[in-house]
């Protein structure tokens, strides 16, 4: 393969820029052409494509979001958008596509294989929710957001004798939660994988208070409810504690990448372009015990589910009585 395109898609992530660098570096450094299409999909489909160069790319390893924007364009789940985004590429002479996103990206990837266009999926997403792959680009760096902010709320909840309810992101996934809740100490972590009992929680908390515990923290998962309508079922449950909620949002996706998240970026872009090289397509990467891994992307996405770690959650319970 001579010529090829990469594109990030659905929500953007920190590392996003990193791993686009690596595709574009190492596409040059094996000799071939490279172009960025922007806007995702819907770029695509618009033809909002350009050659990329080795300059295009410098200044860029350390921003966070992407320098290639991002999009949601639902009409790509059509037939009609698929063959368009095709021809789009065709006429641009691209033989092969890198896509860096999350499963609904991964769903376009596999839909560009089907019609026989050579597709591969780089995993881009904080919420480590992509099977195939032990982690995903970005959600180092949003596990250590939420850390941070844990950490400040912590100071916050000693003060005041307070519990603080924290909702972190994730979709359908806890790993943000679970990550964050271990590293910061957090009473309880509440995800969607497990189940839960608010009246434990409760008296849970009231024993650590008759401990003489200042400081209650207790981590939820977007995916499970809203912090408020959890603080409202601690309410009922009998919870009668100084309590606050925090919802972080959106900033757990912005600003500069970890470290772990720019290594494991490059990684996987310069491992996609040596694939697509050797005429390989149709695969998702990832990285599975430190080691780079590919599969067929229609068979993992058709086969496989994320697992998130559940030794987590037991450890954390175990620990944070
Ligand atoms: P993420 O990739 O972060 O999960 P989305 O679920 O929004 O984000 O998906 C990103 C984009 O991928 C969508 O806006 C759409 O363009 C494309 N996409 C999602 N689902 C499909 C599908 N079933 N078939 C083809 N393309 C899809
Ligand atoms: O997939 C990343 C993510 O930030 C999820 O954690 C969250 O549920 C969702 O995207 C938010 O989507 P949007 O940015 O469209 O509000």
Known sequence: MKRIAVLTSGGDAPGMNAAVRAVVRKAIYEGMEVFGVNYGYAGMVAGDIFPLKINSVGDKIQRGGTFL????????????????GIDQLKRHGIEGVVVVGGDGSYQGAMRLTEHGFPAIGIPGTIDNDIPGTDYTIGFDTAVNIALDALDRLRDTATSHVRTFIVEVMGRNAGDIALWSGVASGADDIVIPEHDFNVRKIVERVKAGHKRGKKHT?????EGVMGATEFAQKMREAGDDSDLRVSVLGHIQRGGSPTARDRVLASKLGAFAVGLLKEGKGGLAVGIQNERLVSMDIIAMLTNHKHETDLS???????ISI
């Not at 924007?69 to 368009?84: C, K, N």
């Not at 923290?217 to 998962?221: E, F, K, S, T, Y």
């Open 69 to 84: 924007y991002s999009a949601r364009y639902p009409e790509f789940a059509t037939l009609e958008g698929q063959l368009a």
């Open 217 to 221: 923290l207790i981590v939820l998962a």
């Open 312 to 318: 987590l959650y037991e450890l954390n319970r175990q």
